[in-house]
């Protein structure tokens, strides 16, 4: 039955409902409620007076507009109290209830040690809070009929290849923004932090292994950006300008692009900043994220975002006026992956829409969410109660550190319990502790070996290697030992290699993935020079040997 549509289901519907067994049955209601012929009114045929005729279709709105109010009196404290803990420099804020925007601040400054203060017209890059938002743009290319969600990406982007020819053929837009194409988790990801451009990596996707064709969950930024470019091309437009034209111009988001240049215009922008030690941040990075737009490219304001978060929770449209199809829209909304299954039968399982965390919460709302990361020095966080016509987006120019996560969880908490019943920032806190352990590199180059075999000569290592999925890498001598290139012809990055033991050196890996040293494995070939060298932070999927040309 069609979510938007008051029409009769016909018997087939009933039928399949019915078959399902008791999900079938609870769904039964909502079949009547159609049709208005669901059991007799209280009091009659249909059963007591006491009785409900039917099930409700949805939870009833648990909040009101008091204890809305009284959240929102205490969320200046839950930020300030953010910002003493971890020192970050930057916070800001929005808050939507009931289709009107009822907060919107900043806080801090935009960069550290410098005046300019945060306000709810700062720029911040959104990072993956990007996906969501690409998800309403491709609806919307979806409600103007140019596309189905159901239509393989290569039936508008020709040029759209993975490794294996079915998948290629037959991977449709939904299947890569719900992460269900089969690439691993940061395929591509090592490319951009080289510098190569999108169209670069998206035509080296196809030498990424490939896991389950949609019975697998890998979060894929660039398998993201492939599902979400075919809604563009077959609008025939750049990403960058369908996203202006269906959703940033309709809702005069006026400080929201897609384009980094834009983002580096803003007058009123915010850093990015890493942890320096003792609660201190440092605007060490610049983040470069043109290659991944539709999947962490966007850059906004909370002012803005408001407006868009006004839309999700309308069905899509805004200030009287439909902009996005609401149909379209509201397949982003509900589940199409499972990302975590449950730890214990009576857990809750994780899902995953169109650019949506979709869950559940103790009193079976629907609940909408995603978090943006940038490791360089940008974290960020969405989360919607569309039953209750809430949703609030926390944006930060610090490191991830379960900031906006904690704020946000904890201003929900406070509408419905009239205050934090969980140490939110303690416990995201340590969930991103863990995350930042489990990603430290698997040999620790920091500590040489007791007894480390010296290396050969130089020019056994020095001379060219040949890599189809990154490109070719040189080595050479520099400043008295060596170094390699490696990137886009014309912008390389020189890594400098340290010895370590015998044929193995070790380098500091860079952008966004880094984590700190990775090692250089050369090879013994014949005619007295190294026939190959692997660098394991560049073969995490096997792609990372480079055989001398």
């Not at 409900?52 to 959240?71: G, M, T």
């Not at 969980?422 to 500590?447: C, H, M, N």
């Amino acid at each position: 039955m069609n979510r938007n549509s008051s029409a009769n289901p016909d018997r087939r519907a009933l039928l399949k409902a019915m078959g399902a067994g008791a999900a079938g049955i609870a769904a039964a209601p909502l079949l009547a409620a159609c049709t208005g012929t669901a059991g007799g009114a209280p009091g009659g045929p249909g059963g007591p007076a006491s009785l409900l005729p039917a099930p409700e279709p949805q939870v009833k709105p648990l909040l009101d507009q008091q204890k809305v109010n009284d959240a929102l009196a205490k969320l200046d404290g839950m930020i300030q109290g953010a910002m003493e803990s971890t020192g970050v420099p930057g916070i800001a804020v929005a808050v939507v209830y009931r289709d009107q925007t009822v907060y919107a601040k900043g806080f801090g400054v935009r960069e550290s040690g410098k005046p300019g203060t945060v306000d709810a017209d700062t720029v911040f890059q959104l990072a993956s809070v990007s996906k969501p938002l690409a998800s309403t743009v491709a609806a919307g290319a979806v409600g103007r009929k140019a596309l189905n969600w159901t239509d393989p990406v290569v039936s508008h982007t020709p040029d759209f290849s993975l490794k294996e020819p079915f998948v290629t053929r037959n991977a449709t837009v939904a299947d890569l923004l719900s992460h269900q194409g089969g690439l691993h988790t940061g395929a591509g990801d090592l490319l951009e932090d080289l510098g190569f451009d999108q169209s670069y990596i998206l035509s080296h996707l196809n030498q990424q292994p490939l896991d389950s064709f949609r019975s697998s969950y890998n979060y894929s930024n660039f398998g993201y950006t492939a599902g979400a470019k075919a809604a563009a091309d077959a609008m025939k437009m750049s990403w960058e300008d369908l996203a202006e034209e269906i959703l940033f111009k309709p809702l005069n988001m006026t400080s929201t692009s897609y384009r980094r240049a834009d983002y580096q215009k803003a007058p009123n922008r915010a850093l990015i900043h890493v942890p320096a030690g003792n609660r201190t941040w440092i605007a060490r990075y610049s983040r470069d994220a043109d290659a991944e737009a539709p999947a962490g490219g966007a850059s906004s304001s909370v002012r803005d975002l408001a407006r868009w978060i006004r839309l999700q929770l309308a069905n899509g449209s805004y200030e009287g006026q439909q902009i996005v199809d609401a149909e379209a829209l509201g397949v982003t909304h509900v589940p199409h992956a499972v990302s975590g299954l449950p730890a214990t039968p009576g857990a809750r399982t994780r899902f995953y829409g169109l650019g949506w965390n979709v869950s559940y919460d103790d009193h079976a709302r629907l609940l909408l969410g995603h978090s943006g990361a940038f490791n360089l020095g940008a974290a960020t966080a969405v989360s919607l109660l569309p039953g209750e016509q809430l949703g609030i987006v926390v944006v930060t120019n610090g490191r991830p550190q379960g900031i906006p996560e904690a704020i946000g969880a904890g201003f929900l908490d406070t509408a419905q319990n009239g205050s934090p019943t969980v140490d939110w920032l303690g416990f995201t806190a340590r969930v991103f502790r863990q995350i930042d352990e489990s990603e430290k590199p698997k040999v620790d180059y920091s500590r040489a070996p007791d007894h480390p075999a010296p290396a050969r000569p130089g020019t056994f290592y020095t001379g060219s290697y040949a890599n189809a999925y990154y490109g070719p890498l040189t080595v050479a001598a520099d400043d008295g030992g060596l170094a390699f290139e490696l990137g886009p012809a014309g912008r390389t990055t020189k890594f400098r290699l340290i010895p370590f033991d015998s044929d193995t050196f070790s380098f500091e890996s860079i952008g966004e993935n880094g984590n700190g040293l990775a090692g250089a494995i050369f090879a013994a070939g014949a005619g007295g020079a190294a026939s190959g060298v692997r660098l394991d932070f560049y073969d995490e999927t096997g792609l990372g040997t480079f055989t001398r040309a």
